[in-house]
Each structure stands twice: as structure tokens, then as C-alpha cells.
């Protein structure tokens, strides 16, 4: 269990990555609750008593999430502090603690599980990751993956990239994801995605209208071309939804790895910002899972892991990739901003290593 002081300063290390990510009303949010939450209220002594790792669990995001559902059905006080005209820490922090009294009831739910940010433009990262298996493999793809969320992601065959130049999936696309691009670029390669199916231990319907409320709850005000974003994946589900399941992930993905394997079909892991939140024992079991998998993988049944998980000491994300068959360790490919507004690709020779949320 950590300390009052640890999950206080948990606000401040938000406050910087949010800071980092162009997000200031956000951070100035998350600065001001650290240092003027109390313990008058249910929320507030929830908050500083947290039981677990306070940043893992994305704690700070679990309440900003709910104080911005307010804001969103027009609760007076937060106007100021949502649009940013209320600049002053001290007032903000008091403003806020007076909120988590009155609304008690309705916030504390948003503690009880992390947060459904499930950000379509990570598909752009994940997709440089897959163009590397692309260039090994082949076009075709079967995606399996863990901690879908809402299953934007789930959709990466039906949005339209342009990664530095580098130009995959159909151009008629309603959605176009373009982050700015630096660094190389990655490989120019087809990519067909024959199927795409997830599991989430607790996902969102985004036919529902509540849960997509919650999801636009969770995509900070600042993000402007992130909410327009979100309104149009959350069209393109509605209009043709994706296959998404309840369930364990370790449990799920062992399912999958053991059915059969169309021949010339890459089978690829995928996740983003998804690590953190599993147990150890269940990273284990993916891990083993994987490598299990990864032994009876063929030239013509391969098998692929992308990932994009948060560096928290650099405060950017990474892009890995492992294939299957080879030796050849996890490879970092790509840095890239927590909401893939950019993405960095790394040239070879590639760092090899396991992922590490916080090495420091």
C-alpha cells in the first residue's frame, strides 16, 4: 500500500506527462488535485488510502476521467476549470475538493476500474510495428488483441495511414491517421488484415450510448482533434462492429494461439497501454503463451508480437515488435507520443531488450 505522500505525488508525475503530451488544462488539473485533495470526502480518502501502485494503476487518470464526465453534463463549478480560465492552483485544488463532496456518489464508480482511454491514432504505431512483420512475412494478417477497451483498435485494417510517407490500408477510409512523422520511416510494405478480434476483462459497447460517454470521459479536454476522432471511430463501429469479447487475457489468448493457423496468415499479438494493468502472473502466462506459440511457428505460419506501452522516464511510448520463427529478441522500432499524435521511427541496429514500464 503507498503512502499519502506517494499518491499525492502520483498527481505531479500525471501532471508532468500531460504537460508533455500538450495537454495544460489537464495537467493543471492534476497538479492542483495532488496538492488540494483532503479527506472530506468518501473519494478523497479513497484516493490518498489508494491500496495499490498509484501510477500503474493510472489512479489520477481514474478520477480526472470522472471529474470530466461532470464537466460534460454541465456541472457549473468545473465550468472555469475545463476551459482553462481558472488558472490559480490553489483555487482549482479547492474548487475540486469541494466537488468530490458534493458528488461523492457519482465519482467514486470511476476508482473501481482503469481507464478506457483506447486512443484509435495508437493504431498508428501498432501499424508500424506490423509493416515490420509485413516486410518479413507477407501482407496478410490475422490481429488478436488483449485489452481492447472499446475496439477501436480492432478497426487498424479500416482506417487509412500515411506514416512518414509510407502509405497502407483503403483509401476511402472515413478515418485518416497521419501523425507527424520523424525519423525513418518504416517499411514500405502491403497490409491486408484478413481478421481482427479482442478481449477486454471489462470492455466498453460503444453502440451504447453510456459507455461512449464514459470513453469521451476519458479523452482529456484539451485533445480538440482527439474528441473529433473519437466521434468518428466510435460512427465506424456503430456502423459495422468488431468482434470483442469478456474475458481473461491470458486465458483468451491461449484459446486463440491453440486454434489452427491459415497457411501464408501471419498471426499477430497486439496491445497499447495495456502492460501496466495486468498482473504479473498474467504477463507470464501471455509471455509463456507466446513463446509457446512461437516455437511451432513456420515460414508459413508465422507469429508476431507488437506492442506500444508507456517508457514512463522518458514520457513517450515504445513501439516493440517480436516475430516468430527466429531467435531474434523483442525489438524497439518506433518511440511514439502517448496519443500518436507523433511517431519516431528507429533505424537499425535495433535495442533489444525486455519491456520496462520504469526502469528508475
Same mark, same amino acid.
Given at each position: 500500500?503507498? @503512502?499519502?505522500?506517494?499518491?499525492?505525488?502520483?498527481? %505531479?508525475? +500525471?501532471?508532468?506527462?500531460?504537460?508533455?503530451?500538450?495537454?495544460?488544462?489537464?495537467?493543471?488539473?492534476?497538479?492542483?488535485?495532488?496538492?488540494?485533495?483532503?479527506?472530506?470526502?468518501?473519494?478523497?480518502?479513497? !484516493?490518498?488510502?489508494?491500496?495499490?501502485?498509484?501510477?500503474?494503476?493510472?489512479?489520477?487518470?481514474?478520477? !480526472?476521467?470522472?471529474?470530466?464526465?461532470?464537466?460534460?453534463?454541465?456541472?457549473?463549478?468545473?465550468?472555469?476549470?475545463?476551459? $482553462?480560465?481558472?488558472?490559480? =492552483?490553489?483555487? =482549482?485544488?479547492?474548487?475540486?475538493? %469541494?466537488?468530490?463532496?458534493?458528488?461523492?456518489?457519482?465519482?467514486?464508480?470511476?476508482?473501481?476500474?482503469?481507464?478506457?482511454?483506447?486512443?484509435?491514432?495508437?493504431?498508428?504505431?501498432?501499424? %508500424?510495428? =506490423?509493416?515490420?512483420? %509485413?516486410?518479413?512475412?507477407?501482407?496478410?494478417?490475422?490481429?488478436?488483441?488483449?485489452?481492447?477497451?472499446?475496439?477501436?483498435?480492432?478497426?487498424?485494417?479500416?482506417? *487509412?495511414?500515411?506514416?512518414?510517407?509510407?502509405? !497502407?490500408?483503403?483509401?476511402? @477510409?472515413?478515418?485518416?491517421?497521419?501523425?507527424?512523422? *520523424? $525519423?525513418?520511416?518504416?517499411?514500405?510494405?502491403?497490409?491486408?488484415?484478413?481478421?481482427?478480434?479482442?478481449?477486454?476483462?471489462?470492455?466498453?459497447?460503444?453502440?451504447?450510448?453510456?459507455?461512449?460517454?464514459?470513453?469521451?470521459?476519458?479523452?482529456?479536454?484539451?485533445?480538440?482533434?482527439?474528441?473529433? *476522432?473519437?466521434?468518428?471511430?466510435?460512427?465506424?463501429?456503430?456502423?459495422?462492429?468488431?468482434?470483442?469479447?469478456?474475458?481473461?487475457?491470458?486465458?483468451?489468448?491461449?484459446?486463440?494461439?491453440?486454434?489452427? +493457423?491459415?497457411?501464408?496468415?501471419?498471426? !499477430?499479438?497486439?496491445?497499447?497501454?495495456?502492460? +501496466?494493468?495486468?498482473?504479473?502472473?498474467?504477463? +507470464?502466462? =501471455?509471455?509463456?503463451?507466446?513463446?509457446?506459440?512461437?516455437?511451432?511457428?513456420?515460414?508459413?505460419?508465422?507469429? $508476431?508480437?507488437?506492442?506500444?506501452?508507456?517508457?514512463?522516464?522518458?514520457?513517450?511510448?515504445?513501439?516493440?515488435?517480436?516475430?516468430?520463427?527466429?531467435?531474434?529478441?523483442?525489438?524497439?522500432?518506433?518511440?511514439?507520443?502517448?496519443?500518436?499524435?507523433?511517431?519516431? $521511427?528507429?533505424?537499425?541496429?535495433?535495442?533489444?531488450?525486455?519491456?520496462?514500464?520504469?526502469?528508475?
Amino acid at each position: 500500500m503507498a @503512502s499519502e505522500a506517494e499518491n499525492r505525488k502520483s498527481f %505531479a508525475i +500525471q501532471a508532468d506527462y500531460c504537460a508533455a503530451m500538450d495537454a495544460p488544462i489537464t495537467a493543471r488539473i492534476c497538479t492542483a488535485l495532488g496538492q488540494g485533495i483532503t479527506r472530506a470526502s468518501e473519494t478523497g480518502r479513497r !484516493v490518498l488510502d489508494w491500496p495499490g501502485e498509484p501510477v500503474g494503476d493510472a489512479l489520477v487518470l481514474r478520477l !480526472v476521467g470522472g471529474l470530466h464526465a461532470l464537466h460534460r453534463r454541465g456541472v457549473p463549478e468545473l465550468r472555469r476549470v475545463f476551459t $482553462g480560465d481558472e488558472a490559480d =492552483i490553489g483555487r =482549482i485544488g479547492a474548487t475540486l475538493d %469541494a466537488l468530490l463532496c458534493a458528488y461523492d456518489l457519482p465519482l467514486m464508480p470511476w476508482l473501481y476500474g482503469p481507464p478506457q482511454t483506447n486512443e484509435a491514432a495508437r493504431s498508428a504505431g501498432l501499424m %508500424a510495428g =506490423i509493416l515490420h512483420l %509485413a516486410q518479413r512475412y507477407g501482407p496478410r494478417f490475422e490481429v488478436l488483441e488483449i485489452g481492447s477497451s472499446g475496439g477501436l483498435n480492432l478497426m487498424l485494417g479500416r482506417y *487509412r495511414f500515411d506514416l512518414g510517407g509510407v502509405a !497502407v490500408g483503403p483509401g476511402d @477510409s472515413p478515418l485518416t491517421l497521419r501523425p507527424e512523422w *520523424r $525519423g525513418a520511416p518504416p517499411p514500405a510494405a502491403d497490409v491486408e488484415i484478413l481478421s481482427a478480434s479482442g478481449v477486454d476483462i471489462a470492455p466498453l459497447d460503444l453502440t451504447d450510448d453510456r459507455d461512449a460517454d464514459r470513453l469521451q470521459a476519458y479523452c482529456w479536454v484539451d485533445a480538440l482533434e482527439r474528441q473529433a *476522432r473519437l466521434e468518428t471511430c466510435i460512427g465506424m463501429l456503430r456502423a459495422n462492429p468488431v468482434a470483442l469479447e469478456r474475458g481473461d487475457a491470458a486465458a483468451w489468448l491461449e484459446a486463440r494461439l491453440a486454434e489452427p +493457423q491459415p497457411a501464408g496468415v501471419t498471426r !499477430v499479438l497486439t496491445h497499447s497501454v495495456v502492460w +501496466q494493468y495486468l498482473s504479473e502472473a498474467g504477463q +507470464q502466462r =501471455i509471455a509463456d503463451a507466446m513463446l509457446k506459440a512461437g516455437a511451432r511457428a513456420t515460414a508459413e505460419r508465422p507469429l $508476431g508480437w507488437v506492442m506500444m506501452e508507456p517508457n514512463r522516464d522518458q514520457h513517450r511510448h515504445e513501439v516493440r515488435v517480436r516475430a516468430w520463427p527466429g531467435d531474434t529478441p523483442m525489438e524497439l522500432v518506433a518511440h511514439t507520443h502517448a496519443h500518436g499524435a507523433w511517431v519516431e $521511427g528507429l533505424a537499425p541496429p535495433y535495442e533489444t531488450r525486455p519491456y520496462v514500464m520504469r526502469a528508475y
